[in-house]
């Protein structure tokens, strides 16, 4: 079930930055482990490396290098490097992105676009890139990283992220139903709240650097009790890209403890 053998995998924002794991680094594990190869892109290629190291411990193999997915020459250098390594593409994980705080008002116009860029730009440009290579192939599965900010409030002042994540769904939507019948599946996983190094810096953001009251905050508000890790995040992941799941398409897989389920 869920194996990936023969599969080459293209991980955006492979890397973790900080100690522990992040969604890109389990992501790309989970990848290898399952059988893909893996080329993995980051803007921090020390953190690319790491998840390298690991996946070349564990048995896999794994390309990396470092790129900037918010430019279109940036996406292209990264393609015709995976392209030129393995000559085709399986699997697109589109899972760069960041949170910046501040409702309209309060960002600035700079702001919001580099949201607008790293949440929903990236995105498009990657499937701009790699849709044609899987549209040749006849074949291909694409995963893009949303979040329940996307989908709903979640206590966080963060316009600008929100707005990014919810274009980053429906970006995912038109273009599932455009490329059904080409052989190329797109689904999204939003993540609720996960526990990972982000959350060091989302408290210095949002609870002026309580960290242990932003975490316990933060277990509070999902119904399940706790936080997910990044883990949680990585098998909806596998299994999206994974031909179990070949009836799915143009779908949002909320990965949240039942945050967005409840009024709170």
Known sequence: MLRLDGKIALVTGCGT???GWGNGKAISVLLARQGAKIFGADLNLDAAKETQRIISEEGGEAHVMAANVT???GVKEMVDACIAQYGRIDILINNVGRSEPGGPVEMSEE???EQMDVNVKSAFLCCKAVLPIMEKQGSGAIVSISSV????YVGKPQVGYAAGK???????KTTAVIYAARGVRLNCVAPGLVFTPLVKRLADKYAKGDFEGFVAHRHNQVPAGFMGDAWDVANTVVFLASDESRYITGQTIVVDGGLTSATR
Not at 149 to 152: F, H, K
Not at 166 to 172: D, G, I, V, W
Request: no cysteine; hydrophobic share 45%; charged share 10%.
């Open 111 to 113: 702001t919001w676009d």
């Open 17 to 19: 930055h900080g100690e």
């Open 71 to 73: 430019t279109a020459a």
């Open 166 to 172: 919810a274009a980053l769904q429906q970006l995912t």
């Open 149 to 152: 900010a996307g989908i709903s």
